[in-house]
């Protein structure tokens, strides 16, 4: 479990493809702080520690999460947003985040406001009833209310700070990334549809 509160960028050190699976060799700060079989979100993506070696370490992704998120566009340099997962007792800043990325959405258009950046994103439609606005929603790991909701579309606005210590400096039009839905608005769905069933 994770809150969106990113807490290090990293960055793409090797990437090895293994059969279906895609090994990354990611190179951060909090590197030398982790522990083999840590579960740690890389741009929103839960991936466990498998090996660590002094400022690098290795996390594997199998089939079903290069199908749903953007890892396999990942090169070598690539930033990384690294959260570690929450500790009982901590202060819950963003909201409650799986790290379980459910679609790849796109950005259309990036504006520069006086003292911060305004990015617009679309999103496969068949989610469209898990954005709401003035909701939660999680971009490559960031915790973000977004607004402006039309259909499968949505806005959300980056202060300084953040466009500054997570990977949204490298987002522009065009650009794909990993979004997961608030959980909460999951299950209410899916009890919906059990009980119109």
Request: hydrophobic share 45%; charged share 20%; proline share 1%.
């Amino acid at each position: 479990m994770f809150t969106g509160i990113i807490e290090n960028i990293g960055k793409v050190n090797d990437v090895i493809a293994e059969g279906s699976n895609l090994h990354l060799w990611i190179s951060s700060g909090i590197a030398s702080e982790l522990k083999i079989d840590q579960s740690v979100a890389h741009n929103g993506v839960c991936l466990t520690v498998v090996e660590i070696k002094d400022d690098i370490y290795k996390v594997t992704a199998v089939a079903e999460t290069l199908a749903k998120t953007t890892l396999g566009d990942w090169a070598v340099g690539t930033e990384v947003n690294l959260e570690r997962a929450l500790k009982v007792g901590d202060r819950l800043d963003g909201h409650f985040v799986q790290g379980h990325v459910d679609a790849v959405a796109q950005c259309v258009e990036k504006h520069t406001l006086d003292g911060s950046w305004l990015y617009h994103f679309v999103f496969p439609a068949e989610y469209s009833a898990l954005v709401i606005e003035k909701g939660s929603i999680c971009i490559n790991g960031v915790s973000l209310t977004v607004f402006n909701v039309v259909k499968n579309e949505f806005t959300v606005t980056i202060i300084p700070y953040t466009y500054q210590h997570t990977n949204f400096h490298d987002i522009d039009a065009g650009t794909k990334v990993n979004i997961e839905f608030d959980v909460l608005g999951k299950y209410l769905l899916r009890r919906a549809e059990v009980e119109l069933n």
